[in-house]
Each structure stands twice: as structure tokens, then as C-alpha cells.
């Protein structure tokens, strides 16, 4: 039978390959297995140009194979088969219909699949290593299948230990629960419900913060703000001032704490709106309105400190982790390292915990009595605080965190890593713990503040921290909360110079008396030593 057929537009396509494919079987070897087999189905295509015109044209048509393939391979495959070859020889086995998947006549049948992976699905056991350490760290089986696989990006598969060393990206304040010295945070109603009422240095403030009237926009600065065209005075409502009696500012900086606070406000909404760095907030933000505050007549002088680059020193004051090893927490920007926890001799210091802190500035009297004291102790332990940088000299009453909306760390556990070491230098000179050590975290507009109080836990014979917050300390995105923000940090500072201050006469000036032999004789400090 001729393989031609007459031009027609209403040919019939399936009577065509019917009788292409019996010619096909024809010139085959007669064998038993393939005489009554059915040809595989084509796919269905449009009727297109007349068959002769295809048949008469094949590479116009792109008609790879040989002419003898039926046209449903020739349409379907896109890989030139082996019978394009002219003097190709079927093989002997190649019997029967075409693979399912739609191998064209002539290709071998044992041909291995050319991706390796999708050899087999069967799971494969590996045998255990000789070396225990080496078996320890590796499964005993593993499965081959690319399906269903449940492997780390490390590419192993293996469980966690309980001597098992943790990235400090995985630290938060329930691990650090953990530690020593532990730190806990409780929601402050859970803890009153519980004890009935704070300690009493704790609870002095701890009110002053919590129980701030709701108008805290000095009342003599009312007229500038709804008068002046110029100023940010969207959602100010005759609510929002205080009045005279209610104001706790001297009414002769008035005029220069407005300047300071729409300033910040507006340079608040620059950084938000350009997505400023960290140092940009820091710089325009807490600087510029703690340093204003910081000028006007407290009790003390104070000293803005910025401890980026402070590292907690000595290593003793590091947090342990349950299992002993110091935790080496380090955010050292620009660092390529692993900050996995180390636990050689030696280990790093810990870099950049906070940002800013507070501090009383000292006298000449202090910093004498101070010195004498140094003299008779080890070098490393000759600091005011946790750390034995350029601030080792300075006693810190409040610390400072700034972060992004997207930090590569969490603030909170920061704070509560350089508040431990705080407690434990307080611990390691014998001086009371009983004070609270504040703190605040800004992320862009948004200011918290929070409380480290110190507790004992009843079942180990341990002093932790009692971490209380975040509260809400105001936002520098209205005035309102502008002015939220300068009426608590008036008041931190204000307990710095009066509380802390007191406490620090008398715990650690009082020991450094004891340790240099100096006596107080009315206001004139004098020498045993003559």
C-alpha cells in the first residue's frame, strides 16, 4: 500500500495512520508478539495542510524521523531517534508497543535514566562508623528519595544534645531563664497577684512612671502651639495641657524644651520617611533630648555615655548557660563570623550589648576615695560598673537600646545580658541589690521602658532578675507623645540623681571607705595613714 494520499481537505486522519501503521507492521519481521498489536495513540492534532504536502516536504514540516516511523512519533518527539540513520538495524528485542512514557521505536530499552537521583526510591542504610563521635553525629539510615526528605541546610540530619552549644540567634529571655544568673519576665499584675506589692525601692518607681497624668503639655505653651501656622499642632486638644501647678519643667526652659521636642518630632518623621540607620535615630533622637535634659540643675551632674563599642568585662560577669560555659553574645556589625557560643579558655567579649547609658558624673572627692580603694584590689576588678573600658569609671543608672523595625537582634535580651552583668558586679562587691535598674528601647517612633528588679529563686540558691515590661513610654511620630517621652525621662533622671544617688553614697562610696582605711571627719576627708 502506498504511503501517499490524495490531497483533500476533508480527509479522514484516523483511517490514514491506521493504514500507515499496518504498512509499518508490515515491513517489520513477523514476530508473534507484535502481530495483533495496536499502534499507540496519537495525540490529536489540527487537520493543517494536505498529508501529501507533509509527506512530500518533510523538513518543512519538521519531519525528523525516518520515513518509515508513523507520523503519531513523528509529531510527539522532539529527539531525533536512532532510525534517522539509514543503515539502522532494529534490535531483536524491540518488540511489543512503545514504553508508556513515549519512547520512539529503536531506542533500546534497558537505557538508564539519564538524572542519577531518580534511580530508586528505596530508603539505603548506612552503617554505623567505627569512630563514636563520628557515629554520634551521623543517622543510621538516611533516605535517598528526593521526596519527602526533612534535612537542615547543613545537609545532616541529627538531634539536639543537651550539651549542645546555641547560636545566639536562637537566644531569648526563656532561654536566658535558664541561666545563671536567671532572667524572668512577669507580667507585673501575675506578680502583685502573687506577692501582694513590690519592695519599696522598686514600687517608688514603678509608680512615678505608670501613674503619669494624661495632659503633659505644659499649659503656658498652649498659645504657641494652636497660634503658630507652622508648628506640628495636629490632634492637640485643650486636654492635653497641664497647668500651671501640674507643670514639672521651670517655666524659664519652656520656651527651649518646645524647640528641643518639635525638632525631634520632625526629624523623627525624616529618619521614618527616608529609613535612616541606627546610628541616625540615635544621633538626632536620644542625644539631642536626653543632652538638653542633662543641662538643667538636678541635684547631680549627670554624663551621657555611648557604650557601643563597651564590652562586659571581666569574664566573670558573663551568663552562664545551664551547662556552665560562659554565653558569648556578639553583634559586632560587619562580622562574618558564626556567632555560635564558644566555650574555649579564652573566649571573645561581648560586643555592642547597648547603646547609650546614663551615668552620675562624680566629683574630684568621690573619684580620690574611689582610687585608694582601687589600689588594694586586682586591676579588673577596678570599675563602677560591667565593663573595664573608657566607662568603668562612671556609675550608670539607666541604659539605652536602639534598634530598627528589623533588628538582627532582640533588644530586650540585650538589655536583660548587660543588666545581669550589672547584678552580678553588685554581687561580687558585696553592695545591695535591692534597687531596680531601668531601661529603655527605641524602635524608630515607638519607646518602651522597662524594669529589672532583682529575686531570689526559692528552689536554687540563686539571685536572678525579674524583668517587668515593655510599657509604653511615648512615640515621637505626634506631639503628644513627644512630650510623653520628655515627662518620663524627666522622671528617670530625677531618680537617678535622688535615689540612686543616695544609694550609691552609701553602698559604694561606703565600701570604698572600708577597703582604703579613709574615715569622714564632717566635710574634710582624711587618711588613717597620716
Not at 481537505?9 to 508490515?26: G, H, I, N, P
Not at 485643650?238 to 524659664?252: G, Q
Amino acid at each position: 500500500m502506498s504511503l501517499q494520499h490524495p490531497a483533500s481537505s476533508t480527509f479522514r486522519v484516523a483511517q490514514w495512520r491506521d493504514d500507515v501503521a499496518k504498512a509499518f507492521q508490515a515491513s517489520k519481521p513477523v514476530n508473534q508478539t507484535s502481530v495483533n498489536t495496536r499502534p499507540r495513540r496519537a495525540r490529536q492534532h489540527s487537520t493543517g495542510p494536505a498529508l501529501a504536502e507533509v509527506s512530500a516536504n518533510p523538513q518543512r514540516y519538521n519531519l525528523r524521523c525516518h520515513p518509515k516511523t508513523p507520523p503519531c512519533y513523528s509529531y510527539t518527539r522532539k529527539r531525533k531517534c536512532q532510525m534517522d540513520n539509514e543503515d539502522y538495524i532494529p534490535p531483536a528485542d524491540h518488540n511489543g508497543p512503545p514504553r508508556s512514557r513515549g519512547r520512539p521505536p529503536g531506542r533500546p530499552p534497558g537505557r538508564p535514566p539519564t538524572n542519577p537521583r531518580k534511580q530508586s526510591d528505596q530508603t539505603k542504610l548506612i552503617p554505623l562508623n567505627d569512630n563514636p563521635e563520628a557515629s554520634s553525629k551521623q543517622s543510621t539510615f538516611s533516605a535517598s528519595s528526593g521526596r519527602g526528605r526533612a534535612k537542615s541546610r547543613s545537609g545532616s540530619r541529627t538531634a539536639k544534645t543537651f550539651e549542645q552549644q546555641r547560636s545566639t540567634t536562637n537566644i531569648d529571655l526563656r532561654y536566658l531563664g535558664s541561666c545563671d544568673p536567671p532572667v524572668e519576665r512577669r507580667d507585673y499584675k501575675v506578680f502583685l497577684q502573687k506577692y501582694g506589692k513590690f519592695p519599696a525601692p522598686v514600687e517608688e518607681l514603678f509608680s512615678a512612671l505608670t501613674n503619669i497624668p494624661h495632659a503633659v503639655i505644659p499649659g503656658a505653651l498652649k498659645e504657641q502651639y494652636l497660634t503658630e501656622p507652622s508648628a506640628p499642632n495636629e490632634g492637640l486638644y485643650d486636654h492635653n495641657f497641664l497647668t500651671p501647678e501640674e507643670t514639672p519643667y521651670e517655666s524659664a526652659r519652656l520656651d527651649s524644651l518646645k524647640t528641643i521636642v518639635d525638632q525631634i518630632v520632625r526629624e523623627a518623621s525624616f529618619n521614618h520617611r527616608m529609613d535612616a540607620i541606627e546610628k541616625q535615630w540615635g544621633g538626632t533622637m536620644w542625644s539631642w533630648l536626653c543632652g538638653h535634659l542633662m543641662s538643667w540643675p538636678y541635684n547631680q551632674r549627670l554624663r551621657l555615655l555611648n557604650v557601643e563599642q563597651c564590652s562586659i568585662e571581666p569574664s566573670e560577669l558573663y551568663t552562664r548557660m545551664p551547662n556552665g560555659n560562659p554565653l558569648i553574645y556578639s553583634t559586632e556589625a560587619g562580622s562574618t563570623t558564626d556567632n555560635s557560643i564558644e566555650t574555649d579558655s579564652n573566649p571573645k567579649d561581648i560586643k555592642r550589648i547597648v547603646d547609650w547609658c546614663v551615668a552620675l558624673d562624680l566629683g574630684w572627692k568621690e573619684e580620690d576615695i574611689l582610687e585608694d580603694a582601687f589600689a588594694t584590689i586586682n586591676p579588673n576588678e577596678c570599675s563602677l560598673n560591667q565593663s573595664l573600658s573608657y566607662i568603668s569609671r562612671s556609675p550608670i543608672f539607666l541604659d539605652v537600646e536602639l534598634k530598627k523595625k528589623q533588628p538582627a537582634t532582640d533588644p530586650e535580651v540585650a538589655l536583660a545580658i548587660w543588666a545581669s552583668a550589672a547584678l552580678q558586679k553588685k554581687i561580687h562587691h558585696g553592695w545591695d541589690t535591692t534597687l531596680p535598674m531601668p531601661a529603655i528601647t527605641i524602635e524608630g517612633h515607638v519607646w518602651h521602658w522597662y524594669m529589672f528588679m532583682p529575686i531570689k529563686r526559692a528552689s536554687k540558691n540563686l539571685i536572678g532578675l525579674l524583668m517587668l515590661g515593655p510599657f509604653f513610654m511615648g512615640t515621637t511620630a505626634s506631639l503628644v507623645g513627644g512630650w510623653q517621652i520628655v515627662y518620663r525621662l524627666n522622671i528617670l533622671i530625677k531618680w537617678g540623681t535622688t535615689t540612686y544617688s543616695k544609694w550609691f553614697q552609701e553602698q559604694v562610696i561606703g565600701w570604698a571607705r572600708d577597703r582604703s582605711g579613709r574615715v569622714k571627719e564632717g566635710d574634710s576627708l582624711v587618711s588613717e595613714w597620716g
